[in-house]
């Protein structure tokens, strides 16, 4: 009795070869700039929990910032913050029904890439 419709789809499971729009990687690294902002969080609040405990606890959090590898990871979590904050305001903004046709999303898209950019440039110097 059912009548099932088989339909003959193609199947690309290469990923090196799907190529996506630069709105869909704008969203999709807003996702995950996220989690890192999420995840670094519980790192700030312990690193600020032992610098306000005592002095050597200061010391300890002082003398880990000193370190390129310490740096790194704050200039990383940074960049993800200010990444998130931009794109998070096209998202708002595209919410109250802007920048929502394919040419301006894409347009707003890549300027927030600039932006992001900038930011991180910054915050490589405030860092370093």
Do not use: C
Request: hydrophobic share 55%.
């Amino acid at each position: 009795m059912g009548n099932t419709v088989k339909k003959q789809r193609p199947v690309n499971l290469d990923l090196q070869t799907i190529r996506f729009p630069v709105t869909a990687i704008a969203s999709i690294l807003h996702r995950v700039s996220g989690v890192i902002v999420y995840v670094s969080l519980a790192i700030l609040l312990a690193l600020l929990a032992e610098s306000l405990g005592s002095k050597e606890g200061f010391d300890n959090v002082a003398s880990l910032a000193d370190s390129f590898l310490i740096k790194f990871v704050l200039w990383g979590i940074l960049t993800a913050l200010a990444y998130h904050i931009v794109v998070g305001i096209r998202h708002m903004i595209m919410d109250l029904g802007y920048w929502e046709e394919l040419e301006s999303g894409t347009q707003s898209a890549k300027v927030s890439f600039v932006i992001a950019i900038i930011l991180s440039l910054l915050a490589g110097i405030l860092v370093w």
